[in-house]
């Protein structure tokens, strides 16, 4: 256990850093949270927490972030308890009011409404799903030859892949060919996807015709899915702005375990024995795909036996406290939702 003003630095640390993203100094405690004591005290005190490895320094800065153990402490011990606003809950009840009907919906809705609020990727895992429709692409200049073609279904599936591209095409063109084909196929399933609109949309962008085939491959991929367990994603593109995912090869890592529903389901359904909301941090997930991640995560049910489970994936930096706050409300409010709606089915 650390006493009293260690715990004070500790929290100050894990506050300041998921605030700012910037490694945090002594100067900057002593200033900013006005613990009582000089800067000189807090250095030593910060001293002494990163000898028992709840803080560490990255190699290009003096100040300090917290490691996965001090996150965990930090979680466990120091976390203070937060609640949604009432704008929020209002937010929440009236979505799911409105997807009542149909089981699909409410579990897309769910997953819109975690990333809406946290500004994090959701994760909903369901057995239930069909085939997609066409929702979002996005063609990212990777450089010199290279681009990234990311593809998101209405279920919220992602797919991703790296192709060759002509050096003569630049972002302008990828940010073109995305725009048309988001404005032809929005909403589209493969069986609507008709030779008269791959017509227009070639006669549109002739000359990017070797960027096109390719996502026009990767959109038939991704919509053409088999009915079976499901996870839907939500908000794909919110880790992605995040400072620790600015990297390329840290993009692609994480894409591709996006992409990978059974290792998504693993994750999630290790916690349908535990009760309430579970985070686990950094190491804790057992995949190195996400090593520099976070998932906060619940099951929601019927009858108390869990029958699917929510989760938020965000950086190990990510504001716990108000993951929690979501998870846990949304998770209550979903049981309830599903409870009602299947029940009514099987009457």
């Given at each position: ?10 929290l ?147 797919q ?57 491959d ?40 996006l ?63 108000r993951?929690?706050?979501?998870v ?20």
């Amino acid at each position: 256990m650390l006493d009293a003003r260690k715990k004070n630095v500790l929290l100050a640390i894990v506050q300041d850093y998921i605030a700012t993203a910037e490694p945090v100094g002594s100067r900057t405690i002593a200033r900013k949270y006005k613990l009582g004591v000089s800067p000189a005290t807090i250095r030593n005190e910060m001293a002494d927490l990163e000898e028992m490895g709840f803080i560490e320094q990255p190699h290009t800065s003096a100040g300090r972030v917290p490691s996965d153990r001090g996150y965990r402490y930090y979680v466990d011990h120091l976390m203070k308890h937060e609640e949604l606003t009432m704008d929020e809950e209002k937010l929440v009840l009236n979505s799911y009011l409105s997807k009542v009907q149909d089981v699909g919906e409410v579990l897309r809705c769910t997953g819109n409404l975690l990333s809406q609020i946290t500004n994090y990727t959701a994760v909903v895992l369901t057995t239930h799903y069909g085939k997609g429709r066409f929702k979002h692409i996005q063609i990212i200049h990777m450089g010199p030859g290279q681009a990234m073609v990311v593809l998101v279904s209405d279920s919220g599936a992602v797919q991703h892949r790296i192709i060759d591209v002509p050096d003569s095409i630049g972002p302008e063109d990828l940010d073109t060919i995305s725009r048309v084909l988001n404005h032809k196929l929005q909403g589209k399933s493969i069986k609507n996807i008709r030779l008269t609109l791959i017509k227009e949309i070639y006669l549109e962008l002739a000359r990017q015709k070797h960027v096109l085939n390719m996502a026009m491959d990767l959109i038939r991929d991704g919509l053409d899915v088999k009915t079976g367990e499901k996870v839907y994603l939500g908000g794909i593109f919110n880790i992605l702005n995040q400072p620790e995912f600015h990297n390329v090869e840290k993009v692609k890592t994480l894409l591709s375990l996006l992409e990978q529903e059974k290792e998504l389901s693993n994750i999630i359904e290790g916690v349908f024995d535990a009760r309430g909301v579970t985070v686990r941090i950094g190491e804790e997930l057992e995949n190195e795909s996400i090593k520099d991640c976070s998932m906060v995560m619940a099951s929601y049910g019927m009858d108390g036996k869990p029958v699917g489970g929510i989760g938020l994936l965000g950086p190990t930096r990510m504001d716990y406290a108000r993951a929690y706050a979501v998870v846990d409300y949304i998770t209550s409010n979903l049981s309830l939702v599903m409870e009602r709606l299947l029940r009514g089915r099987g009457k």
